[in-house]
């Protein structure tokens, strides 16, 4: 693996190496770590890297790296760098002849990230996007529920996710998270939706199995002097026919990272929350509730396949994030020129996911702009 981003003072590139290296499946050999004038090399010496495959720029390391015999040079590359310099290295990592995974948002509009599925088509390579939730076991498992029709078919969906970290104006304090995320150049049209909301889409969709096709969106600045949206909710229906309400808000003073979902179908529901991912609760239309637990035999085989620990080991975001990682390496392996790999036969977030959230968030934004009630997908 070579990474783009993720110099020493990131908060996302750690995730991504200690994600990509505990399964002992994935190297990472080189990268370019910043853009700021030294950084790249402090950060290749603090992650003990051959000072030859640490450069400057992405640029360069794919010029270098691509001439290196096959049994050195990467495979893949994965993109840790603020929203609008995803398509840059995306692109020309995949015209280099490499794999890519990259953070999500794919890219920092929806023509970039239409651009990348159509060289992802022209190339063949594999491009992976983390949207991390849908790497928990429990997740999986209520996926499997509704897959399997245990829930009979689905009627509402509720999908929330309050933060507080930005119920003051940080990005004022020169706080970096804050400062590239509340800013349109950095981060796109959206604020908070385009951050989060994005996450809690992909999530209702995943599980549902379903794909939003229209939105009736409300999107906020509170925090006086905030040039994107920190607040976001809206009204949602799929292609399935259910209807949901979807929330996400980076005010809600107090929350850490409280992501949670319900899924209500003919037979039952069912209830899982982030913050505490190795439980689900289950609800029936004729019986008591059921607590569903990680680690245990009774679970699909979807959700054993992810699991990690045996139960009453709690499994959380690194583990979540690894299973990604590794469903990707996975795909990578098996990939063989002129074959086409199926990202849904290996479960990881793949292109398609990448230009659906972009979709979702320029429609929120269009939605929340227009007097019109409802604003399809296009």
């Known amino acids: 693996m070579g990474m783009v981003g993720g110099g020493l003072t990131s908060f996302i590139g750690p995730v991504h190496r200690k994600a990509a290296g505990i399964d002992g ?23 003990y890297l051959n000072p030859n495959r640490v450069y400057e720029t992405y640029q360069e390391m794919f010029e270098i790296e691509k001439t290196l015999p096959p049994d050195q040079r990467i495979d893949f590359v994965s993109v840790v760098t603020p929203n609008h310099v995803h398509f840059g290295p995306s692109k020309l ?19 970039e990230a239409k651009t990348l599925q159509k060289v992802v088509s022209k190339t063949g390579l594999i491009l992976g996007l983390t949207h991390t939730y849908t790497g928990y076991p429990l997740v999986k498992e209520a996926r499997n529920m ?37 800013d349109p150049k950095q981060s796109g049209m959206g604020g908070a939706i385009g951050d989060i909301g994005t996450h ?14 229209e939105i009736c969106a409300m999107l906020n600045a509170v925090v006086k002097g905030r040039k994107l949206d920190d607040d976001a909710s809206m009204l949602i229906k799929f292609d399935n026919g259910a209807t949901g309400v979807l929330i996400a808000t980076q005010v809600a003073a107090g929350d850490e990272n409280n992501l949670n979902i319900r899924v209500y179908g003919e037979k039952g529901g069912l209830e899982w929350k982030q913050e505490d991912p190795n439980t689900m609760i289950v609800k029936w239309l004729d019986r008591p509730k059921e607590i ?13 396949a992810f699991t990690r620990t045996p139960a009453g080991h709690p499994e959380g975001y690194l583990e979540a994030f690894a299973n990604i990682y590794r469903a990707f390496g996975k795909a990578v392996r098996d990939y063989k020129p002129g074959k086409k790999i199926n990202a849904a036969k290996y479960d990881f977030p793949d292109v398609e996911d990448g230009v659906r959230g972009m979709n979702f968030v320029q429609t929120a934004v269009k939605s929340a702009q227009s007097t019109r009630k409802w604003t399809k997908l296009k």
């Open 200 to 213: 809690a889409a992909n999530l209702a969709e995943y599980i549902t199995g379903s794909n939003i096709t």
């Open 292 to 304: 569903v637990r990680a680690g245990q035999k009774y679970l699909s085989d979807d959700a054993k």
């Open 146 to 182: 509704v897959k399997t029709g245990k829930l009979g078919k689905i009627r509402k969906v509720y999908v929330e996710y309050p933060q507080g970290w930005l119920s003051t104006l940080l990005e004022g304090t020169g706080n970096m998270q804050a400062s590239w995320r509340t």
């Open 25 to 47: 499946e994935i190297e990472l050999v080189c990268g370019a770590f910043s853009v700021v004038p030294g950084e790249s090399k402090q950060t290749g010496e603090a992650l």
């Open 93 to 111: 990592a995949l015209e280099s002849g490499f794999h890519v995974l990259v953070e999500k948002p794919i890219a920092f509009s929806l023509d």
